[in-house]
């Protein structure tokens, strides 16, 4: 398995290829993976987790560093895939292709192609380090990523012939001088990215191809798919070759590099790489948990810093939002976020950990929606703008998240009327950056977002032909928008606003069905739609009601007022029957009939999906009705039945941190129900002990007494020294730093933070 072969010592399988009479270079065979006698935070992050998908798309083992620019992994589907698609220079997108291509080539000069398919073995990824064996071709590959630049070392063993490097770009314009390549590839949206390349030989020729020879009259070269081949000479054993990348121009790219890789050596860039992901991930210090635990905490935790990626290069940005280049006055700028998946943990727990990194993503999207037209707040910006995608608009939690946490380095003001805007003014209909129209006047006159009656056709242009109109999950999530701007309103003392927006923020309740229990699409003429089953009704991914999810799932979506929710559902003995009705409801279907339908409703207990973001706080509202006991042991069986340290080891779309910040808050026991809220809801933490180095300096430390792996129960707890007999505490209890400790037990103490004195804070008007 190449889990076991990630952790072959490296120098080993490059004495093996010298005893198989592989002729490398000392200099190649003697890098290596730096390792160091004792396991630090690095070496337990294993990027193959989830390298195959349970249905939809892998998370895929990514090189980089954190939040930075440069990108990349191997171009395949998956990792069963049987060859690589030449080497990558740099992922632009989350989940995306490579942009420029690099492919080391040896052979006939008529048989090259633009992009070489390769067989590949012996394959090492690191966060920080790459290596693979093309054993096709003899050829022999290392790799290093720094912020905005990268290092590659390439062997070749056939040193009777001569040795190529193809590069090319996708969609754009290469320039060569005879010594290096820059150029650019086409993005979209005005955006471009751009590349400098270079080596530690002057190439032969550096030229297009024509048959058997290379045509280096050529200076330039553009198109699809457009390549330069770069020629050495017979006896070439070894290439070093390092690269820049910029958004703002080659040039930039070249200064880029020579600002970051002085040299071809590639060990000292792994070397600075390591370090740098160790002073990151250290930021959380675990003991105790098996070393399985400790991989799925450690990886979960390095996936978060993939995104989003700070594009700043010497004090300027491109921005595609306006098609110009800034000044970023200081404060870097940073791209490429879903937010729907984000706001919800990803964001929170850089609050505590990188608060400056979120002070600069909070003040990128005020930026960037003053240089939108119009001035609306992102959902999801990317390197070629904002792609408007999934439903609702929750940057407006992750400002008031930011806020209510202590961050005072944005204008409040400012980004206030670039949320109310993006709420009020551009349609809700999902997947659309149109203005509002006569779905959007309904909702404001109703409270509710109207669904297609049975048979009725969809006539309003906003509404996306596949995406529909997803009215339960517009309704509620926009209510949650609204509470998030009415506390917003509420803070700039505009009386108005709060109370208007957090009137409107109860507007759930016009299509919770008393009957059934459920949020039940209604029809424009206030009828809840009939037959309907919320398991199946609502057609392909639930959308013609729901989103990705069917109604078991969005029926607990009302994070910012649980403790209504417990009202309407009957009180807190009824709220948890219907938790574990959840949980026991079979999917009432085969397997195959029903993920064809739900593809995104992956990772189920019964009809709860560990797989999608809208479920994560599910597990935790047991604490709302007086039962954390039944948190704990949902917490804890949800972490071992699906994040595990193996190729399908979670569950769903990870989604850049959209995912693997529930394991890294669940692991330490704790989860921000309600962005917006400065609490956290208690859970169940795995290590005997965590130590979290805060933002502001100090440390908080989580302890657990009477440890032990089956000891998944809370029996009593300590903040600071003091009896906590509540299953949440708050933000300021966090950032002053300390100890909250728990003694733990085989068997639950249902006493413990059951009272009505102890459940989490939920709505404030």
């Known amino acids: 398995m190449k889990t076991l072969i ?27 993976v730096y390792r160091s006698p004792e396991k630090a935070p690095v070496d337990y992050v294993n990027p193959y987790i989830g390298n195959i998908s349970h249905l939809l798309v892998p998370t895929y083992p990514t090189v980089h560093l954190p939040n930075s620019t440069l990108r990349v992994y191997p171009e395949r589907e998956n990792f069963t895939g049987n060859t690589i ?16 291509n690099l492919s080391p080539y040896q052979g006939e000069l008529s048989e090259a192609k633009s992009t070489i398919r390769y067989g590949y073995d012996n394959e090492v990824i690191k966060p920080y380090y790459y290596s693979v064996d093309l054993d096709d071709n003899g050829i022999y590959v290392q790799y290093a ?20 490097l193809i590069f090319n770009t996708g969609d754009g ?32 020729k550096i030229g297009t191809h024509q048959g058997a020879s290379i045509n280096t009259n050529d200076k330039t070269t553009k198109g699809n798919n457009a390549f330069y081949i770069m020629e050495y000479p017979k006896g070439t054993s070894s290439v070093n070759l390092r690269y820049g990348v910029s958004f703002i121009s080659a040039e930039q790219a070249e200064k880029n590099l020579h600002r970051e890789i002085k040299d071809y050596n590639l060990q000292s860039v792994a070397d600075t790489g390591r370090k740098i992901w160790n002073e990151t991930l250290g930021k959380i210090q675990v003991n105790g948990g098996t070393d399985n635990e400790k991989t799925v905490f450690y990886t979960s935790l390095y996936r978060t810093y993939e995104r989003m990626i700070c594009i700043s290069e010497d004090g300027k940005y491109f921005s595609a939002y306006d098609g110009k280049i800034h000044d970023d006055e200081g404060t870097p700028f940073y791209v490429d976020d879903w937010i729907w998946d984000t706001y919800r943990a990803t964001h929170p727990l850089r609050l505590i950990i990188e608060a400056e990194k ?18 609306w707040m992102p959902t999801f910006p990317e390197i070629n703008g904002d792609s408007r995608r999934m439903n609702c608009n929750h940057g407006v939690a992750t400002v008031l998240d930011a806020y209510n946490k202590g961050m005072r380095s944005f204008d409040l003001e400012k980004a206030y009327k670039v949320c109310k805007a993006a709420i009020t003014e551009k349609t809700l209909s999902p997947w659309s950056s149109k203005p509002a129209g006569v779905l959007d006047q309904f909702y404001k006159d109703h409270g509710y977002f109207p669904a297609l009656a049975v048979g009725e056709k969809e006539t309003v242009p906003e509404v996306h032909s596949w995406e529909k109109r997803q009215p339960i999950a517009v309704t509620l999530g926009t209510v949650y928008d609204e509470w998030c701007l009415g506390n917003i309103a509420k803070l700039l003392g505009d009386k108005k606003d709060a109370d208007h927006f957090l009137k409107r923020s109860l507007n759930y309740q016009t299509v919770f069905n008393k009957e059934t229990g459920f949020f039940h699409p209604k029809d424009s003429f206030g009828n809840f739609i009939q037959p309907f089953d919320y398991r199946f009704s609502s057609g392909m991914g639930g959308r013609e009601s729901y989103d990705e999810n069917n109604a078991w799932v969005y029926r607990w979506d009302v994070p910012h007022n649980v403790n209504d929710l417990v009202n309407l559902m009957g009180g807190k003995a009824r709220f948890v029957e219907e938790l574990e009705r959840m949980y026991d409801t079979s999917l009432g279907k ?18 709860f999906s560990m797989g999608n973001e809208p479920s994560m706080h599910i597990p935790y509202l047991y604490n709302y009705a007086g039962e954390p006991w039944r948190t704990q042991k949902r917490i804890r069986n949800l972490l071992t039945q699906w994040f595990r340290n193996d190729l399908m080891g979670i569950p769903g779309d990870e989604d850049g941190g959209g995912l693997t910040s529930f394991v890294v808050f669940s692991m330490m026991g704790f989860y921000p129900v309600t962005p917006g809220l400065p609490m956290y809801v208690i859970g169940s933490p795995v290590f005997e002990e965590q130590t979290i180095q805060l933002s502001n300096g100090k440390t908080f430390k989580v302890v657990c007494k009477n440890y032990a792996p089956e000891n998944k129960y809370i029996q009593s707890a300590k903040l600071n020294g003091k009896t906590w007999n509540k299953s949440w505490f708050s933000h300021e209890d966090l950032m002053k730093g300390g100890v909250l400790e728990f003694v733990m037990g085989r068997r639950p103490n249902k006493a413990w933070a059951a009272g009505d004195d102890a459940l989490p804070p939920s709505f404030e008007m």
Do not use: W
């Open 85 to 100: 698609n030449g080497l990558p220079l740099i992922v632009t997108s989350h989940r995306g292709s490579s942009a420029f």
């Open 173 to 204: 314009e290469l320039k060569t001088d005879g010594k290096s390549i820059s150029g650019y590839q086409k993005l979209g949206n005005r955006t471009q990215v751009y590349i400098y390349v270079e080596t530690d030989k002057i190439p032969l």
């Open 6 to 32: 990630n952790q072959v010592d490296h120098t080993m399988k490059q004495i093996l290829y010298l005893l198989l009479g592989c002729l490398i270079p000392f200099q190649f065979l003697t890098a290596k």
């Open 145 to 164: 990523p720094s912020h905005q630049s990268g290092i590659y070392q390439i062997g070749f063993s056939q040193t009777d012939k001569p040795a190529y």
């Open 358 to 375: 979120e002070s600069d993503m909070v003040n990128s999207f005020i930026r960037m929606a003053y240089q939108l037209q119009p001035n």
């Open 590 to 607: 085969a397997r195959y009939d029903f993920y064809s339908q739900f593809p995104d409703h992956t990772g189920n207990v019964g009809q």
